[in-house]
T-cell receptor
Framework: DADVTQTPRNRITKTGKRIMLECSQTKGHDRMYWYRQDPGLGLRLIYYSFDVKDINKGEISDGYSVSRQAQAKFSLSLESAIPNQTALYFC??????????????FGEGSRLTVL | GQNIDQPTEMTATEGAIVQINCTYQTSGFNGLFWYQQHAGEAPTFLSYNVLDGLEEKGRFSSFLSRSKGYSYLLLKELQMKDSASYLCAVRSDYKLSFGAGTTVTVRA
């Protein structure tokens, strides 16, 4: 089983619909992140959380919200989806980098298409 | 913010060597990462540099010069399975920012 699990893996929805992407992890990491990936633009940070009570906006948070329900769960919501939110979304986790690299561990991705 | 530049595409022959350059401008630098991403899959960690110099891991090596804002990833003895996108990422304030990625195509 994957250490970082995202659901759904694929979703097609219509403009204006509310969508939630869920992420759960078994790595025991405090830090969790949501990124979106678009061709030619790379991975861009939407939101991140360094512990359960900590939520921070990334570089492209407009149109998105998040909830950190527990150390292991971090969900991303699109309150009213629009076509330019069509993208591949990745959840990631990391440990605090002291004494180590603190690299990101990614989920398998959620491909969202907004019609 | 971060400005991270890397070439869009590179092509090389099986068995050859390819070097992928990455330049960056950032405040509060605390590490540079390289990730590999095969089409349709999640990125996977390749290497990490926080001090100047070369880090070697098997066929892959990564170099960092903090004063020049420059890194490269060196892939030796290329194999067909190395065809993938390679992402340069800079950590600042404990958040990772990514370049757009370099697609490497390995030809027989």
């Amino acid at each position: 089983d994957a250490d970082v699990t995202q659901t759904p893996r694929n979703r097609i929805t219509k403009t204006g619909k509310r969508i939630m992407l869920e992420c759960s992890q078994t790595k025991g990491h405090d830090r969790m992140y949501w990124y979106r990936q678009d061709p030619g633009l790379g991975l861009r940070l939407i939101y991140y959380s360094f512990d359960v009570k900590d939520i921070n906006k990334g570089e492209i948070s407009d149109g998105y919200s998040v909830s950190r329900q527990a150390q292991a769960k971090f969900s991303l919501s699109l309150e009213s989806a629009i076509p330019n939110q069509t993208a591949l979304y990745f959840c990631a986790t990391s440990d605090f980098p002291a004494g180590g690299t603190g690299e990101l561990f990614f989920g398998e991705g959620s491909r969202l298409t907004v019609l | 913010g971060q400005n991270i530049d890397q070439p869009t595409e590179m092509t090389a022959t099986e068995g050859a060597i390819v070097q992928i350059n990455c330049t960056y401008q950032t405040s509060g630098f605390n590490g540079l990462f390289w990730y590999q991403q095969h089409a349709g899959e999640a990125p996977t960690f390749l290497s990490y540099n926080v001090l100047d110099g070369l880090e070697e891991k098997g066929r892959f090596s990564s170099f960092l010069s903090r004063s020049k804002g420059y890194s490269y990833l060196l892939l030796k003895e290329l194999q067909m399975k190395d065809s993938a996108s390679y992402l340069c990422a800079v950590r600042s304030d404990y958040k990772l920012s990514f370049g757009a990625g370099t697609t490497v195509t390995v030809r027989a």
